[in-house]
């Protein structure tokens, strides 16, 4: 296995060309690359050699790099990790906290028929009349913004009886293995920290939860 202080020279060298074919590094040129000293990068390449990850050609005024079979493979599995981190398949952003009691309004807002018919639409399914409030953890609050900058959808007011309802927005989410969405309306009376959470099942009966139990909400 690559020292992680080797991992950086091996992928400058590569992406020289070292994979294709030898390449021409000097112990200043990588130095340069890596803002490292020529000395260190001596080290490195080095051990790179003495690791089985690169074969070099001695020159009087440098070295002919080649990556053997194994610097290759070493490279592959980083690429295969990045890709599991950052591919669209890959599991989603997580906002944990703990249950908090809510205000009351989520029941009443998830039993008008114009919410309900465009959460139904938009995210599969017809709310149950209630939310789950979680207060997220201060350490969450960066995710929580990331979150933010997603693509949400519009859900949008309407009027009835004299009465105005303003727009709000959801986005598909999970809790376990329940198909949930986290609601923001236009106009809401809670912080920044905590959000609700609408699903097609009363969330604290299924998840068996109650104020300050923890739970954790997988968004994307």
Partial sequence: MIAAEDL?????????????????????SIGEM???????????LKGLETAGLITRTMTPDGQHVTLTKTGEEELRCEYLEYGRIFSDSGRGYILSGTVVSGIGEGKYYMSLAPYKEQFNTHLRFE???????IRLSPSCMPVRKKVEALNWIRIRGFSTDGRTFGDARCIPCRIDDVKCGIVVP?????????IEVIAPIALRRKLGVEDTDSVSVEVG
């Fill in 127 to 133: 709310p149950y009349p209630g939310t789950l409030n």
């Fill in 186 to 194: 236009g106009r809401t009376h809670y912080p920044e920290d905590i």
């Fill in 8 to 28: 950086p020279c091996l992928k400058a060298i590569a992406l020289r060309g070292g994979c294709r074919s030898p390449v021409f590094v000097s112990t200043q």
């Fill in 34 to 44: 890596l803002g490292i000293s020529q000395q260190t990068a001596s080290r490195r």
